[in-house]
């Protein structure tokens, strides 16, 4: 019988982790700073109203209907500063 190989848990230190999220952040800054001026780009529009019903009390696939799954608009209400214009 083959032995299973062991796996360790290998931690960055907390300064990496800190670095490597900013630099997350920042390229994820720079990529959205061209279109700064644009409210909601693509699917962005879905997500933010079918999050606003949900905090509204609708039930996602019986109220709201979508084929995307249901974390991408349970989370964009949250972080979202904008939102979604309704009638």
Do not use: N
Not at 49 to 62: D, F, K, N
């Amino acid at each position: 019988m083959a032995e299973r190989p062991v796996y360790s848990s290998i931690r960055l230190p907390a300064w990496v982790e800190l670095l490597l999220l900013v630099l997350i952040l920042a390229v994820s800054f720079a990529v959205r700073w061209p279109f700064r001026h644009i409210l909601l780009i693509r699917d962005e529009g879905e997500y933010a109203y079918t999050g606003q019903q949900i905090l509204r009390g609708a039930i996602p696939y019986l109220d709201i209907y979508t084929r995307k799954l249901h974390s991408r608009f349970t989370c964009w209400p949250g972080s979202s500063g904008w939102p979604a214009r309704t009638g």
